[in-house]
């Protein structure tokens, strides 16, 4: 009985101690329409996120979950925004497509500057190709730019059919989150941790917060 005991308590020590990065199910969805999430960012002030799609982009109240704005973007006939972000006060957002091609957009007016030379906080043409947007590339590629996102030693990362893997520092998948609905295979969710949540998307539309778990 004594050998049967610490057997068991050899078996117990020896299992991997897994907990929840993030409570399942998510504490807010936002539904952008029939789009394709590809990238996210939040405003200055945590009030708003900008949701890229693959077509253009869209400006959310998350408190409210109601769209402020819709920006349109066309690049060589692509709408596809695989890079969004704000600038410092959150006036403006910067997307930009395959090739690199940037547009500013006035958050308030909801139009677009073409101005683009007087915005010294978007990323150059240099910065543009080290995040994978450059001339040349195929309209056809894809580049997520949040494949990945760390918070606390845990590691997110896109996985298959557009599910999220988190990651132990060891690199021990520690949670999945996995979404049966995506219908494009190739789907990459994009990975964001800001203030005590998770944030992704799906390629139906879908922005999802989840609540990271008290570790």
Same mark, same amino acid.
């Given at each position: 009985m004594k050998n049967f005991l610490a057997a068991m308590a050899v078996a117990c020590i020896s299992l991997p101690i897994t907990a929840q990065v993030v409570l399942v199910p998510a504490s807010k969805v936002i539904n952008v329409g029939k789009l394709e999430v590809t990238c996210l960012a939040v405003a200055p002030k945590g009030d708003r996120i900008l949701v890229g799609t693959n077509k253009g982009a869209e400006l959310f109240d998350i408190e409210k979950?109601? +769209?402020?704005?819709? &920006?349109?973007?066309?690049?060589?006939?692509?709408?596809?925004? #695989? #890079?969004?972000? &704000?600038?410092?006060?959150?006036? #403006?957002?910067?997307l930009?497509? &395959?090739a690199?091609? +940037?547009?500013?957009?006035?958050?308030?007016?909801?139009?677009?500057?073409?101005?683009?030379?007087?915005?010294?906080?978007?990323?150059?043409?240099?910065?543009?190709r080290e995040l994978g947007l450059k001339k040349g590339n195929s309209d056809f590629d894809r580049f997520y730019q949040q494949q990945e996102a760390e918070h606390g030693g845990i590691t997110a990362k896109a996985g298959k059919n557009?599910?999220?893997? &988190?990651m132990d520092a060891d690199g021990n998948a520690v949670q999945n989150l996995t979404y049966p609905e995506n219908k494009d295979q190739h789907h990459q969710a994009p990975c964001l941790f800001h203030e005590g949540q998770f944030i992704t998307g799906t390629d139906n539309g879908r922005v999802l917060f989840y609540e990271l778990a008290k570790r």
């Amino acid at each position: 009985m004594k050998n049967f005991l610490a057997a068991m308590a050899v078996a117990c020590i020896s299992l991997p101690i897994t907990a929840q990065v993030v409570l399942v199910p998510a504490s807010k969805v936002i539904n952008v329409g029939k789009l394709e999430v590809t990238c996210l960012a939040v405003a200055p002030k945590g009030d708003r996120i900008l949701v890229g799609t693959n077509k253009g982009a869209e400006l959310f109240d998350i408190e409210k979950g109601k +769209r402020v704005a819709s &920006f349109a973007y066309n690049e060589d006939g692509s709408s596809v925004v #695989y #890079y969004a972000a &704000f600038n410092e006060n959150g006036e #403006y957002v910067v997307l930009i497509g &395959f090739a690199g091609t +940037r547009e500013v957009w006035d958050v308030k007016t909801g139009k677009q500057d073409k101005m683009i030379a007087r915005y010294k906080w978007i990323p150059d043409a240099i910065r543009t190709r080290e995040l994978g947007l450059k001339k040349g590339n195929s309209d056809f590629d894809r580049f997520y730019q949040q494949q990945e996102a760390e918070h606390g030693g845990i590691t997110a990362k896109a996985g298959k059919n557009g599910d999220v893997v &988190f990651m132990d520092a060891d690199g021990n998948a520690v949670q999945n989150l996995t979404y049966p609905e995506n219908k494009d295979q190739h789907h990459q969710a994009p990975c964001l941790f800001h203030e005590g949540q998770f944030i992704t998307g799906t390629d139906n539309g879908r922005v999802l917060f989840y609540e990271l778990a008290k570790r």
